[in-house]
């Protein structure tokens, strides 16, 4: 009996231990948890770290930082002075002035160059002929001879204490002296290039998806089949920027913020807010007046809307897949656009999948802002994260619905027209591998060509508010967070249908 009750007691022991321990919601439990967030980081810190190397830590600190640095579009269908001058007022600095402000400083240290290169010539001309004036008097005097002018001297009898240096000038053919030339072969692409730098930065890893194990790096073998296709590349020396598109941003480092948009005498709001590297994927695209302009992606609207204050297209159709997104178009739209029923026959959003848009040789621009990894929003937001368990296969996916997306762009937009593919990714794969598969794809379904611009001599002007950053790419440009002006990431690629 004693025994019984001993045995009892001791269930009763385990029963409590059971009944108190903590529950799901208890903090040291919480603490123990990976969240969706803590899932995006860990993979940025193993995949980052091999693209970005000792960069990766700053671009880190930058992402991680609680809030991003905005620009401020201003919103032409208000009261555009009275908001130029408040914002001046309060610190706020026009991008244009910037822009031109370098422009400026640029050409005026080329006019310098060309000044100084122009007055070596001289100088190397000048000792050419003393030269050959000098060697034609010694053909016709004798060795010994001393000319009586103090300015030529034939022999070594000098004067110990005067010193006369005459520069040794070699003259090379045009081929010779091209070997010295110092050529950036940092937008060369070769056949031999191929892509192999991009699969060995992903993530071997394996991941468990929802029915089996999926490795990482094989399911991006994918891309090796576009690795030996060479891709044209031109230059692009000026980048436009459209008269009535103004936009404001605060110094780099400084700690004033835009006040929340308030509404004007016409009933909408005064500017739009969204991260300044956003506006650049707009610029390249290179609005003028008559185009013919087709968002495939546009949710939440910020770029459109920017397309829009430009006051230049004859024609814009923001789309978007799902009828919440498309919800959110028109939202923005509403809050910006005084009497939008003005548009009705320049403004149109519809409801596709950007990947079966059909409405060939109408648009001669078109961007492809694609839904991607959203490196800065995965680190802050655990709602619908990409990084969900549960979103593994769809995040693996995303870069062959990105290449799709470009594929079915540059299939539509017209000879001469313009496509700009953009990403808010650090990933290699979801940016240059993207570019490279589409193209590859295009070639041989369709044998059009597209060429890529090089706009780096182009974006140099706004070197100074943007952190444009050189990590091996060969098609396109990308902002890298920094401490100091932090927005971003953003990639983008501007490419040209020539026929």
Known sequence: ??????????????????????????????RKQKTHKDRALAYFNDFYNKVYG??????????????????????NFSDVERIQTTLENSGAINIKLIYDAFVENIQDQKFQRKLKKTANLTVRMHNIISERKISEIQSIYPNDYESSQNSLTFTEKNDKNTNINKPSVHLKSIAEDSNDVNIDSNRIVLPSDGLAGLYEFVPVTKLK??????LESEHYEYYQKASDFKIP????????????????????FSEEKFPAPKKGSTGVLDYYLFDGGSILPVLALDIQLGDFVLDMCAAPGGKTLTILQTLMPNLVVANDLSQSRVYRIKKVLNQYIADIGQLNDRLFITEEDARKINDKDVYNKILVDVPCTTDRHVLHENDNNIFKPTRIKERLRMPEIQADILFNALKLVTVGGTVVYSTCSLSPIQNDGVIQMALKRMWEESNTVIVVKDMSEALDPLQTLFNFGNFGLKHGHIVIPTVGYNWGPMYFCKMVKLK
């Open 1 to 30: 009996m004693a025994f019984l009750i001993k045995r009892l007691k001791v269930e009763e022991l385990l029963k409590v231990f059971v009944r108190y321990k903590h529950g799901s919601n208890h903090w040291s439990v919480i």
């Open 54 to 75: 000792k960069a990766w830590n700053d671009i880190r600190t930058a992402l991680l930082q609680e809030e991003n640095k905005y620009i401020a579009v201003i919103n």
């Open 209 to 214: 998806g929802m029915e089996d194990w999926v």
């Open 233 to 252: 590349v031109e230059k692009e020396k000026v980048l436009s920027f459209p008269k009535h598109l103004k936009l404001y941003t605060y110094e780099e």
